[in-house]
């Protein structure tokens, strides 16, 4: 009887070590993608975040300001609510924004204004609705100090307007029927909106001016506009105008404003933003 013994060559410690096991982790793909989608994504939420807290006070100070909830009966507050809609405020955040300041939960708070002065020749206004003044001017004057701007009166750089923007279809055709229609609602002047590189529908859009306290029926003129007119209304607010309007800018001057601007606008307490510039 045969006894077959099969021996191996190497010892089995030898090997086990000729083959080591892998212990790594495989790297998984898109990972790093991942982490960059995350984190636009927690950068966009956190921007809709800021807008939608900047319109639920928008709201709530055109409710206090007109005297009513109803967009119908107080033409300020369908102004915002339009610009609210454009922005891509959601429908159930604009109704929740209405009912709260129905029933009275909702607080519009202070009205405030400051005026800085920027790069030594730009006015700046910047306008805040808040519920701690403290809070408010602290990071105002912050975001003004990292930018080398300081508070100082400005308000000669600027009149303070009803402007309601009007977009024409023809412009060459319908802009005399504008100007009548303005100079009919008690309108002051009707001019070409400043041009914008993010806006193309700028070289047809104008700007009717008029007193604060005509607004509301200056709009109101302007939205029952004949529909051989064919214009629409792109806001209607009580503006900031500048006196002087001299295009001629610094372009690096252009670019240092326009992040203040961003960076004020950052604030949740900050409505709104307006410069000497075009």
Not at 251 to 264: I, N, Y
Request: glycine content about 6%; aromatic content about 4%; some cysteine.
């Amino acid at each position: 009887m045969f006894r077959l013994c099969l021996r191996p060559s190497r010892p089995l410690s030898r090997l086990l070590l000729s083959h080591p096991f892998s212990t790594q982790c495989p790297r998984l793909a898109g990972h790093n993608k991942w982490s960059k989608i995350k984190d636009k994504k927690g950068a966009n939420d956190a921007q809709k975040s800021v807008l939608y807290t900047k319109f639920n006070r928008e709201i709530s100070a055109a409710v206090k300001t007109g005297g009513s909830a109803d967009p119908e009966k107080n033409t300020h507050l369908a102004t915002v609510l339009k610009k609210a809609k454009e922005a891509g405020v959601p429908k159930d955040n604009i109704e929740k924004a209405l009912a709260n300041c129905i029933k009275g939960k909702d607080q519009a708070g202070e009205k405030l204004v400051y005026e800085a002065l920027a790069y030594k020749t730009v006015g700046v206004v910047i306008e805040c609705i808040t519920d701690n003044t403290n809070r408010t001017i602290n990071n105002v004057r912050e975001v003004l100090t990292n930018h080398g701007a300081h508070m100082t009166p400005v308000s000669f750089m600027f009149s303070r307007r009803g402007c309601v923007t009007v977009s024409l279809e023809t412009p060459t055709e319908h802009l005399d029927g504008l100007m009548g229609l303005a100079i009919q609602s008690g309108a002051l002047d009707v001019d070409e909106a400043p041009s914008s590189a993010d806006d193309p529908e700028s070289e047809s859009t104008f700007q009717v001016f008029c007193e604060p306290q005509t607004l509301a029926a200056v709009e109101e003129a302007v939205e029952n506009a004949p529909p051989d007119l064919k214009l629409s209304i792109k806001s209607a607010e009580v503006a900031y105008i500048p006196n002087d309007r001299s295009p001629s800018v610094d372009e690096q001057l252009k670019a240092g404003v326009k992040e203040l601007v961003e960076d004020l606008e950052k604030i949740d307490d900050v409505a709104r933003v307006w410069t000497s510039l075009d």
